[in-house]
């Protein structure tokens, strides 16, 4: 199911104020004089008038009418308002809590490996050591990465990539839900990766997948959904989505002379944690967490950015740097302009200024810039990656922002039929007081059978009938 930015709510509902006491004042007032007035116009001239059915008819019945009057006015004027109110906001509060936390779902960074042909680049680039490095259509290359002794180049990156992440890689094989996704040029690499593995006794045998450059897995929306639909997902693909994922990307030129190579070289590992093995271990620290992607064509990429300031996945202040790479023509000018008609005060760092042109490993490339330097309090980073027609774009944050829909006192309802019950008591005892019959009769008998209806339907609206048909209605018209 396609995910809607925008939140699936309206405004909150209102019941209004309930009536004003004078009204019941009032109200008090008028049928006390009328019942009194009546009592004593009908009653017998030889029969004194203070006795107990003076009593019974000008005070007493009057009174009980007045309580029953009361409570179907206040029923109709504001509770029952209130009641369908309460249960609208009610699920307007979970469909909203809802949307944000899905608004706000990604995946944990653990941690990384980033090989750059330029020393600390994340660092550098954001000016905190060194200058910014300036190559521009400069194809670069991994220095200090060659192969030895019959190792390749693509086993001596893979070697580098998985070193760091030893202890972390061995503690997830260890809890039986972790594979290995592999985009890179060739799908035979899998065989590097298992012997490197191999080599720094890594336990067991992990589960590698290929993924050629050319599919876009995307991440934070799709990954460990398990969605069958995913461009990751293949024959070989597990049950269930793994809580660990190692993803491994690289691209290395070829060492033919007469080839010139036109991107540069670069190379990242990001163990990934699910959202369930993270609400499961909420201990585990990580480095920044991925947030769900909004895509967008060319030409729509301020409605798209705007979506996504909208949605407040974090505070807009607190996203400082804007990441981006591989973006050209009309995609690039639109994710600039669109950035820079939004009302975020951040510094720009374009991926192809500083290393060159890009080969697909960019994609991960930049979001491990971006989740190094969110983790070293430089604060939310926004990422601009290319798509088909267009741009993807998503938020890097240190910390995964807790859902903050407040709770309101007005949303609460009773499910016992208070009001409602005290009328139909108020009716019973005026009309016994007021019947003609000495002795029970038909008249009481019936008169209570219908009462005690009465009384059910109104458990039976307030605990189920009522909130089944708001909610619906809700959901209905909010889809």
Known sequence: MKFHWAPPVRDEWSAG???????????????????????????????????????????????????????????????????????KNTVRWHLLTRWKRKVRSGVAVLDSVILAPEPDLAERMLKLE????????????????????????????????????????????????????????????????????????LPGKPRIRWLSNDKDPGFADTWFEGDPDTAYADSFAPATSPKYRLVLAWHLNGAAPEVQPDTSEAAVALLLGSPALMQEKPQLKCQAWLLRQIVADADEVDK???????????????????????????????????????????????????????????????????????HFGQGAQLVALPRPNGAALNVVVKDKPAVDVPWKSAY??????????????????????????????????????????????????????????????????YG
């Open 17 to 87: 104020k309930p009536p004003p006491v004078w009204l019941y004042v009032a109200l008090f007032f008028l049928i006390e004089f009328a019942f009194v007035a009546g009592t004593v116009a009908t009653s017998p001239n030889e029969k004194p008038i203070v006795s107990d059915d003076f009593l019974r008819t000008a005070l007493v019945a009057p009174f009980v009418l007045w309580i029953a009057v009361s409570c179907v006015l206040y029923a109709s004027m504001y509770d029952s308002r209130a009641f369908e109110a309460a249960v």
């Open 412 to 477: 609460d309802y009773s499910l016992f039929p208070r009001t409602e019950l005290v009328g139909c008591m108020g009716v019973w005892t005026f009309t016994i007081l007021m019947s003609p019959h000495e002795r029970w009769d038909t008249f009481e008998t019936v008169l209570t059978i219908v009462i005690g209806i009465l009384a059910l339907l109104s458990f039976a609206w307030r605990i189920y009938l009522g909130p089944r048909l708001y909610t619906n209605e809700v959901l209905r018209d």
């Open 304 to 374: 798209a950015l705007a979506l996504l300031l909208a949605a407040e996945q974090v505070p807009h202040e607190r996203i400082r740097h804007f990441w981006y790479g591989r973006l050209k023509g009309l995609a690039l000018h639109a994710t600039l302009g669109a950035v820079k008609e939004t009302e975020l005060k951040v510094e720009k760092h374009a991926l192809d200024s500083a290393v060159g042109p890009q080969a697909p490993v960019a994609r991960w490339f930049l979001q491990a810039l971006a989740a190094k330097m969110a």
């Open 130 to 201: 060194g200058s910014p490095p300036e190559n521009p259509g400069r194809v670069m290359r991994l220095d200090g990465i060659e192969g030895a002794d019959g190792v390749s180049r693509e086993r001596a990156v893979i070697e580098r990539l998985l070193t760091p992440l030893a202890a972390r890689l061995a503690h997830a094989m260890r809890g039986g839900s972790f594979d290995i996704v592999m985009q890179c040029e060739r799908a035979e690499s899998y065989v590097d990766v298992q012997a490197v593995w191999a080599q720094l006794q």
